[in-house]
């Protein structure tokens, strides 16, 4: 690939001007390919996603055969289980009618657990089926927002989420943006300054001395903010052009709302197998079990790539959320389910916004992948432990039901589904047949999940659910029992 220059040029709305500055070469391509890009409306903003991820144009990078071979092959793995378990005649689900056996109290644990996931996941696809997002309020509604950066060692990327901000449509002078570099050790600075000095008086660039971990550049960013309404972005994001009106809608509406989660998508979701099974997930974990949980005011992770907060709210929490401890350790990660977690405990509602969209660059390999899903795992934990002594308690005085449930079979889910999986293996050692019936289930209760994202684009890209399924049994049973026992690991691990 030719040498990329990027830093000799001012982005001004519109235009491209020559600032006369040296400019700083890659020494590295930028590892942002396979990107589906948003409509691009100005040259600056199509100029610096071009730099910071090359070859963009209307997926011009998405291989159409690899994504019909892949599906073709997720698909016939699918109905190959099938028909292993018609041709020995047997029921090729391995679900069954319960017959309660109260004298093995083994068994009743393992009908019970199975009974009670199964509740979940009707009642999750109940709820989110009938979910609907807040319309966007006039632009006499908008309140001052401050939308707050925070970015380490992201390049040219940062330029990116900061002018997909500055581009939203959102009233000029009632925007804050507060671009904070976390003492990065790249050229990140250099990218913050120039929008900075392309924008005055939009982009505030701030500098932290050190760096401190994303949580100590938030909190900078919360002290700073003078909105009543704070933003979160990550700076290797970008948003859609109505993101920011979008996302404080829920809160103009009810008082009671005191954060709202954004819709992550995948930004380079058709980078290779690993992005597109990632890219499907989402789609439940981050679309359809949010929208589940706003039926309750209770979601539980406000992502920061994307999430809003009313700015009281935030500062009645943020000494004790900038300064939690847990198990003896200084928290450094899970801080937008922490921040989260703070604001629940304090009664107030959290909710989803599904059309507030962000698209983040996600990992594109094995190990960077599962240091991702390590370090959100350690959070997720944590904040159920957190969570859990409050659960007994009057701390929220309607609406409480759910968010019990889903807490507790967050924290007892894994530990069951491994019992579970280790009954299944000495069952699979008798009957080997089974191991295809269970594929089958598997696959057919990611596929009716999967199936949510129709609702969002049309296409037959849901079908990767069923392979990411297939995938996170096989090679990520792991995750949570190693999270588990390293739980003080506060370490980022993907930077």
Not at 43 to 64: D, F, K, Q, W, Y
Not at 188 to 194: F, N, P, V, Y
Not at 380 to 392: A, D, H, K, Q, Y
Request: glycine content about 6%.
């Amino acid at each position: 690939m030719s040498e990329v220059t990027f830093s000799s040029v001012c982005y001004t709305p519109g235009s491209l001007v020559d600032s006369g500055t040296p400019a700083l070469r890659m020494e590295e391509p930028l590892p942002y390919r396979g990107v589906t890009p948003l409509p691009l409306k100005t040259a600056a903003l199509r100029s610096v996603i071009h730099v910071a991820i090359p070859g963009t144009s209307s997926e011009s990078r998405r291989n159409r055969w690899f994504d019909f071979f892949a599906k073709g092959s997720i698909v016939l793995c699918l109905l190959a289980a099938v028909a292993v378990a018609f041709a020995r005649n047997r029921n090729p689900l391995f679900v069954e009618s319960p017959r309660f056996d109260f004298s093995s109290p083994t068994a009743l644990v393992w009908q019970l657990s199975g009974l009670g996931a199964m509740a979940y996941f009707v009642l999750s696809l109940y709820f989110a089926v009938r979910y609907r997002p807040v319309q966007a309020p006039s632009d006499a509604q908008l309140p001052k927002l401050t939308v707050v950066v925070p970015a380490y060692n992201e390049g040219a990327m940062v330029r990116v989420s900061l002018l997909s901000a500055i581009e939203n449509r959102y009233p000029a002078d009632r925007l804050e943006i507060l671009a904070i570099d976390d003492g990065s050790t790249d050229d990140t600075w250099e990218h913050i300054q120039a929008v900075a000095r392309a924008f005055p008086g939009r982009v505030i660039a701030i500098k932290q001395a050190k760096n401190g971990g994303k949580r100590e550049a938030l909190r900078t960013g919360f002290e700073r903010a003078t909105g009543d309404f704070v933003v979160t972005v990550d700076s290797d994001s970008q948003l859609e052009s109505d993101a920011l009106r979008n996302i404080v809608a829920p809160m103009l509406l009810d008082e009671r709302i005191h954060a709202v989660a954004g819709k992550v998508l995948v930004l380079n979701r058709y980078e290779n197998l690993f992005t597109r099974l990632l890219s499907a997930r989402f789609f439940v974990t981050f679309d359809l079990l949010r929208a589940a949980q706003s039926r309750f005011g209770a979601v539980l992770c406000t992502p920061g790539a994307l999430s809003a907060y009313r700015t009281t709210g935030i500062r009645q929490v943020l000494e004790s959320w900038s300064t939690q401890t847990f198990l003896g350790e200084a928290c450094t990660i899970g801080e937008d389910r922490a921040l989260n977690t703070w604001l629940l405990r304090c009664g107030y509602r959290a909710v989803y916004q599904a059309n507030a969209v962000v698209r983040t660059i996600m990992p594109t390999d094995f190990k960077r992948i599962t240091r991702m899903m390590l370090r959100w795992e350690r959070g997720n934990i944590r904040e159920g432990f957190v969570m859990l002594p409050i659960l007994g308690t009057s701390w929220r005085k309607q609406d409480r039901w759910w968010p019990t449930f889903e807490i507790l079979l967050e924290l007892i889910q894994y530990p069951a589904s491994y019992f579970a999986f280790a009954l299944m293996a000495r069952h699979f050692v008798a009957q080997p047949v089974d191991l295809a019936r269970a594929a089958v289930t598997l696959g057919v209760g990611a596929l009716i999940q999967s199936l949510y994202a129709l609702r969002s684009e049309r296409g037959t890209d849901f079908i990767y659910g069923v392979g990411y399924a297939f995938w996170a049994f096989i090679g990520l049973q792991w995750i949570f029992p190693y999270s588990f026992m390293t739980l003080k690991d506060g370490r980022w691990l993907t930077r």
